[in-house]
Nanobody, 126 residues
Framework: QLIESGGGLVQTGESLSLACASSRTSFNSDAMAWFRQAPGKEREFVASISWSGRTTYYADSVQGRFTISRDKAKKLTSLQMDALEPEDTAVYYC?????????????????????WGQGTQVTVSS
């Protein structure tokens, strides 16, 4: 129900934009998030956005470089990634769940999301 696109190979300092297409009927009520998993590491939170789009959250490592947004008409969630670094190399996953009584901690928690995409590879070369 979630399909990511936009991954690829870029050089340090370049930009990339990821998109997550949702077929969930609850999209307009969903919290949406991006997580990533680097080789040999656990999956980690990157960014999330509330159902209304008015509230966003970012991991400290991407704050100021990444921007999450959503388009309700197109049922898309985007992640604009600027000033990419080799440390951003990972498989990026889109996640969704109904945005009911989410706390700020919940928006960052992998366990709160019940629907996941297959992931898209982002590789940043130095």
């Amino acid at each position: 129900q979630l399909i990511e696109s936009g991954g690829g190979l870029v050089q340090t300092g370049e930009s990339l934009s990821l998109a997550c297409a949702s077929s969930r009927t609850s999209f307009n009520s969903d919290a949406m998030a991006w997580f990533r998993q680097a080789p040999g590491k656990e999956r980690e939170f990157v960014a999330s956005i509330s159902w209304s789009g008015r509230t966003t959250y970012y991991a400290d490592s991407v704050q100021g470089r990444f921007t999450i947004s959503r388009d309700k008409a197109k049922k898309l969630t985007s992640l604009q990634m600027d000033a990419l670094e080799p440390e951003d190399t990972a498989v990026y996953y889109c996640a969704a769940d109904l945005d009911t009584y989410f706390t700020p901690t919940d928006y960052r928690s992998e366990s709160k999301y019940d629907t996941w995409g297959q992931g898209t590879q982002v590789t940043v070369s130095s």
